[in-house]
């Protein structure tokens, strides 16, 4: 195979820090990091074997009456976190970090907004983040940064005695999915990937519809992150060093975790059935590359990004898993299209689908009309919907979805019960990523997927949609009538 130096970087990840901080690089004799090394590091990584230390699927750490949450990131998405937090009972935010300290002033401002006190500041240096993480008055990590960081600092939160929650992908290479697990197994401390999505409403009406049996025997689910960001990756503005432009250079599915995470809970992945093998394909580039290369010529800003190759506009994953079900994700953010996740769920006796909106479901050929909809709704919407739907809706973030994602991870750390979504599923969804570049490097073949459970996933329980254990956890901020918690 023929060295080539820019679809190596692609593969390789070091726009996302892949080769340099994620332990993926190899060399050859000569001590060259090529790009045949590169590939081989993936699927040595992938196939590698895990004596697990201790299984933290359905791991209860001892409760925390109040969490004292640190935010690293408080430029895009950390601002609406710390909204929300500041509404959220039993949570106290007391440090903030961000290397702009702009940002952190904003943060601050959240807070005072909220009559919460002042929390201590680390800025100032591309390091503070460590400091925070060793603080003796933080026990949750809230982390908001650009995907290459998100392993070293939820890796550093863990050694340092902190539960780690970081934004998606919680790994962009395959030996750093498996740093988070052997750290998480090896500390105790929780690492959770905040999958929003797994927490929008009509994902948690099927998924508990699933669990009561309504569509049989689950055999094929489809999930994806469609949504043109053409514009917006090319923006000077949007991203910090122009950081996801960069992540873009990789040929793969680059964002699974949004339309993945909620098929693989209503599967059981990790608790019952797991993924065997995934194979992908891309279509070429037909607008990145493109779009560089005009900017380019009217700016010189974009000379850097004029000369790079981009990942496909489409890219198509499947997944086998070793109960024979079939999981298909798609991503494509550049494409003119509506924003779609697609949430499939088709099984022996009934489907359902999100996107287009509004979501359907249907037991034959056609789909269930208004009035059956609202019944069904009734009948099945989970008791986290009723109990924190309204208030999710009235805070916000994506709809509610991101609320209550929050409240559901602080009502678990309070009540010392297990979190929905563990290491296991943070690696698993994140790799997805690397494995598929991998595969479309290698003409669609398939690759293993790692067991990052080694074995346990045979008798994990799993996710609780019941809220049989927790939903105590209170919010200050008045409900609507009619509705269970008014705190």
């Given amino acids: 195979m023929k ?107 959240i807070l005072e907004k909220h009559g919460l006190p002042k929390a201590k500041e680390y800025s100032g240096s591309e390091e503070a983040w460590k400091e925070l993480c060793e603080s003796p008055d933080v026990d949750l990590v809230y982390i908001c940064t650009p995907w290459s960081l998100h392993t070293p600092m939820s890796v550093y939160a863990m050694e340092s005695g902190k539960h780690a929650a970081t934004e998606v992908p919680a790994a962009v290479t395959v030996e750093e999915a498996w740093q988070l697990v052997e750290t998480s197994e090896r500390t105790k401390k929780h690492c959770m990937m905040l999958e929003n999505c797994c927490y929008d409403f009509f994902e948690l009406l099927t998924l508990n519809m699933a669990r009561q049996g309504f569509f049989g025997e689950i055999v094929h689910v489809e999930g994806a992150y469609i949504h043109d960001l053409l514009k917006s990756n090319f923006a000077k503005d949007s991203y910090s060093d122009m950081w996801r432009l960069k992540e873009n250079q990789r040929d793969g599915s680059l964002y699974p975790t949004h339309g993945l995470g909620p098929v693989c809970q209503v599967l059981n992945v990790n608790r019952g059935d797991k993924m065997d093998y995934l194979t992908s394909m891309s279509t070429n580039d037909f607008q990145m590359g493109k779009m560089a290369a005009e900017l380019a010529a009217e700016d010189s800003f974009y000379e850097q990004f004029a000369t790079a190759s981009y990942r496909g506009n489409m890219n198509t994953t499947m997944v086998r898993t070793t109960k024979g079900k079939n999981i298909m994700i798609q991503h494509d953010v550049t494409s003119p299209r509506p924003y779609s996740r697609i949430h499939l769920v088709s099984g022996t006796e009934g489907v359902a689908r999100k996107w287009p909106l509004p979501g359907k479901i249907a037991k034959g050929h056609s789909w269930f009309d208004e009035d059956e909809m609202k019944a069904l709704e009734e009948q099945y919407t989970p008791k986290i919907v009723k109990l924190v739907g309204e208030m999710a809706k009235k805070v916000g973030g994506h709809g509610g979805m991101d609320f209550l994602m929050d409240w559901r991870l602080i009502d678990c750390l309070r009540n010392g019960i297990a979190l929905d979504q563990d290491v296991y599923d943070a690696a698993l969804w994140s790799v997805v990523a690397p494995l598929s570049e991998w595969s479309v490097a290698n003409k669609s073949n398939s690759i293993e997927v790692p067991d990052f459970t080694n074995g346990a996933w045979k008798t994990n329980k799993p996710v609780d949609v019941s809220l049989s254990q927790g939903g105590t956890t209170g919010v200050k901020i008045k409900a609507e009538a009619g509705s269970q918690l008014n705190v």
């Fill in 3 to 109: 060295t080539n130096r820019r679809k190596f970087f692609q593969i390789a990840g070091v726009t996302g820090a892949g080769v340099l901080s994620g332990g993926l690089a190899s060399c050859n004799k000569q001590g060259v990091v090529t790009e045949e090394s590169a590939l081989a590091s993936i699927k040595e990584a992938a196939g590698r074997a895990h004596p697990q230390q201790f299984n933290m699927c359905g791991y209860a750490a001892p409760k925390l009456e109040t969490v004292r949450i640190g935010f690293i990131g408080i430029g895009s998405r950390g601002p609406g976190a710390i909204e929300r937090m500041s509404n959220i009972e039993g949570v106290e935010i007391t440090a903030l970090c961000d290397k702009d300290p702009e940002c952190v002033t904003k943060g601050q401002g």
